[in-house]
């Protein structure tokens, strides 16, 4: 089976660094995926990572460690409209989510 | 806009009646995929299709089935609906693989009541 999991809530003030860990066990791996995730809307795609190691795309950054089962999303330079859920995905033969994390942005 | 358009935005139907959610996923886009949101269970894959052939399967109940076309836009039916059944239905798509990335629609909100 697998078992994907992440912090419920994070709260951080606005130009600030929030880290979002996400554990897992999965069955399989084929990659970690992240998506950002505004109250009522859909996913949108932040990143990917089948290799160990850092991706860093503009103000978020995401890490991997195959061996230790373990990523996570680096947001940097939080601004208000960073405020929103946080999913983890892992792909082994289907895309498994963790819960999310609701991150809080305030002034 | 992530180009992948699904209708109806809303639904709201009765215990026992099925529906028709409709996908058309972004150009070129071959595969596409249905996920669930609730908010006891969070988002669930339900279900693959590549080219119109079943890919992979998640946590898809047997009252729901989904079909993708010629033209590759894709339906997910729902039977004997529940009050359970009530959620946000998202289509996504992505150009071959599922570890391309994923654009997800604007979803389905379907109450059941």
């Known amino acids: 089976g697998q078992n994907i999991d992440q912090p419920t809530e994070m709260t951080a003030t606005e130009g600030a660094i929030v880290q979002i860990n996400c554990t897992y066990q999965t069955s399989g791996f084929n990659g970690l995926f992240w998506y950002q995730q505004h109250a009522g809307e859909a996913p949108t795609f932040l990143s990917y990572n089948v290799l160990d190691g850092l991706e860093e795309k503009g103000r978020f950054s995401s890490f991997l460690s195959r061996s230790k089962g373990y990523s996570y999303l680096l947001l940097k330079e939080l601004q208000m409209k960073d405020s929103a859920s946080y999913l983890c995905a892992v792909w082994d033969y289907k895309l498994s989510f963790g819960a999310g994390t609701t991150v809080t942005v305030r002034a | 806009d992530s180009g992948v358009t699904q209708t109806p935005k809303h639904l709201i139907t009765a215990t026992g009646q099925r529906v028709t959610l409709r996908c058309s996923p972004r150009s070129g886009d071959l595969s596409v995929y249905w996920y669930q949101q609730s908010l006891d269970q969070g988002l669930q894959f339900l279900i693959q299709?590549?080219?119109?052939?079943?890919?992979a399967k998640g946590n898809i109940l047997e009252r729901f089935s989904a079909q993708q076309f010629p033209d590759l836009h894709s339906e997910l039916n729902l039977s004997s609906l529940e009050l359970g059944d009530s959620a946000l239905y998202f289509c996504?798509?992505?150009?071959?693989?599922?570890?391309?990335?994923?654009?997800f629609g604007p979803g389905t909100r379907l109450t059941v009541l």
């Open positions: 299709y590549y080219n119109g052939e079943e890919r």
């Open positions: 996504a798509s992505s150009e071959r693989t599922p570890t391309d990335t994923q654009y």
